[in-house]
């Protein structure tokens, strides 16, 4: 035991010497801290606000460390769960510079961040965390439906209202969506709900794609198609260009009956208050049976207030003949479209089996109680057929312009029929006529510069005028104001030598019963793409 003792007492005594005689053989330096000093959070709008992150970094040995610092790797991640845990981080810096400015082109919510310096001499890392909140910019304002690019890429623009001073684009605001890209827009609708109710549909139709929005974010994804999420039968194969609602009953402002056309030339209806949502096509004199001709994609609703909305107009492209809707007949009849028939008597201006026409426009209007216009090519002229149903069980004819001779009316595609007068607003290049109903008489009322196409003209009407403040962000004070603005006439035009984003949108004030236009001060937009389509999102 004694030698035992002696040996590690030997043992020990040789070990300090040789720690004391090795002295001077190690190099020690001080660890390199690393301090980030940033915010510890950021905020802004979806698809307008940017961020920059622009952190002061600090080295305990070699002071401030800058962007051009090569001994140093910078990057910030965004995500969910921990990221000592595997979850799952994106960087928002792919240039990996040391500051950097971030588009918000996230979806509305609070992410975890983190910013990151890496001493690439050690592979030490240093993080920061952070918070980042983006809001909602689609709160209220025009949605402004676009087609982008040589293919027509679907666009989604968001002019978003925070007062009549503050008014700001958020674009693109589909980009985060999970859906295809689609092309050659179509349409922008809102399903109006009764005050309380849980909001309808807001669909976005386009030539291959059709879907319903997200009531908050305005995004969708795969489970948003518009056959999977509304039509009862999903096994149809039809592609949904039109969409439209039907006004219910004076004061309560929702839809009595919804109606989508395909491109294929059918018809389907939801009548919501006695019936299920879209089934077998109605172009058919027999319920549930095969489609017996096509349909235009136009949907004559009328837009009128003042009575319950029980019928709607279409037009059979295979028989050039008029074709009628009534949803006050029972679940089976309003199944089917009825051919319209003339009636004798002083007050039948046309002929609902038109010969040989073709329609090409048609569109309501609230004038008179609520009335229908069609446009019909016969040859190389063109007639206006107006078309009443104040009266909610007869399609009344009230008026037809034989033979329209104006500038430029027959080369015309782009129409807009005023709400409030006997007038038609149409275009053509870059220049927008009023044709009087009244006198039968046209007349430029909008020259834009010569490198704009108009590429839109567009009534907005509020679906829901008597509930526009309750839960708003509208001032009382800008009420008559804002009011306004639903009869004002939208023109989308397109600056023809831009690169991109020459999309503008102006807001006109309509004067002197119609005849007089002049620019609404403040109202005029730019940086959007081809502009299609225009609706007021309400809140």
């Known amino acids: 035991m004694k030698n035992i003792r002696y040996i590690l007492v030997s043992l020990m005594v040789v070990f300090l010497s040789s720690c004391l005689n090795d002295k001077g053989n190690y190099t020690y330096r001080d660890a390199n801290m690393i301090t980030i000093e940033m915010p510890g959070s950021f905020t802004g709008l979806a698809n307008i606000d940017e961020v ?95 087609n982008e690019g040589d293919d027509n890429r679907v666009r989604l623009d968001f002019l978003s209202r925070f007062s009549f001073d503050d008014i700001r684009l958020a674009k693109d605001i589909l980009g985060t969506s999970e859906i295809p890209q689609m092309h050659n827009a179509k349409r922008i609708n809102i399903t109006p709900h009764a005050k309380g109710l849980t909001p309808k549909p807001i669909v976005l139709l386009a030539e291959d794609g ?31 260009v039109s969409y439209d609602n039907l006004l219910g009953t004076k004061g309560f402002y929702a839809q009595s009956a919804v109606f989508c056309v395909s491109s294929e030339g059918n018809v389907y209806v939801w009548n919501v208050f006695g019936g299920l949502a879209f089934q077998m096509p109605i172009n058919t004199s027999e319920r549930a049976k ?107 004819q009230s008026g037809a312009w034989n033979n329209v001779s104006a500038e430029n009316f027959d080369k015309a595609s782009l129409f807009a029929f005023s709400q409030q007068y006997l007038m038609l607003y149409y275009a053509y290049g870059n220049t927008v006529y009023a044709y009087d109903l009244g006198t039968s008489t046209a007349k430029p009322v909008v020259e834009l510069p010569d490198n704009e196409e108009i590429t839109c003209l567009k009534f907005a009407l509020y679906e829901h005028p008597m509930e526009m403040f309750v839960g708003s962000n509208i001032p009382a004070s800008d009420k008559d104001r804002f009011m306004a603005l639903q009869y004002e006439l939208i023109v989308g035009s397109y600056d023809k030598t831009a690169a991109a984003d020459g999309g503008k949108m102006r807001l006109y004030n309509v004067a002197a019963g119609g005849r007089e236009l002049s620019l609404d001060p403040g109202m005029e937009f730019s940086g959007f793409a081809r502009i299609v389509d225009v609706k007021y999102r309400e809140r």
Not at 81 to 100: C, L
Not at 223 to 232: A, H, K, Q, V
Not at 333 to 347: A, D, E, I, K, V
């Open 52 to 146: 920059t992150i622009a952190p002061k970094i600090t080295s305990s040995l070699e002071g401030e460390i800058t962007a051009d610092n090569s001994n140093y790797t910078f990057d910030c991640m965004i995500g969910s769960g921990s990221y000592f845990q595997g979850g799952r981080w994106v960087s928002m810096n792919e240039a990996k510079t040391k500051d950097f400015t971030l588009p918000l082109t996230y979806d509305v919510g609070t992410y975890d961040c983190f910013y990151s310096v890496v001493d690439n001499r050690t592979g030490v890392e240093t993080i920061k965390s952070f918070k980042l909140t983006v809001s909602s910019s689609t709160y209220e304002g025009w949605m402004v439906l676009c």
């Open 210 to 240: 059709a879907y319903s929005l997200d009531t908050e974010s305005l995004t969708a994804n795969a489970g948003n198609d518009l056959i999977m999420s509304l039509f009862l039968n999903t096994a149809c194969k039809d592609h949904i």
């Open 290 to 396: 095969d489609p017996e001709y096509r349909v235009s994609p136009f949907i004559g609703v009328p837009k009128g207030r003042s009575h319950p909305g029980t019928m709607s107009v279409f037009f059979d492209i295979d028989n050039h003949r008029f074709v009628g809707w009534r949803g006050d007949l029972g679940e089976f009849t309003y199944q089917t479209l009825t051919p319209l028939t003339n009636y004798s008597g002083n007050n039948q201006y046309f002929n609902y089996d038109t010969g040989n026409m073709d329609l090409v426009f048609m569109e309501g209007s609230q004038i008179s109680g609520g009335v229908v216009y069609a446009i019909m090519q016969d040859g190389s002229n063109r007639h206006i057929y107006q078309m009443s149903m104040s009266d909610p069980k007869t399609f009344t």
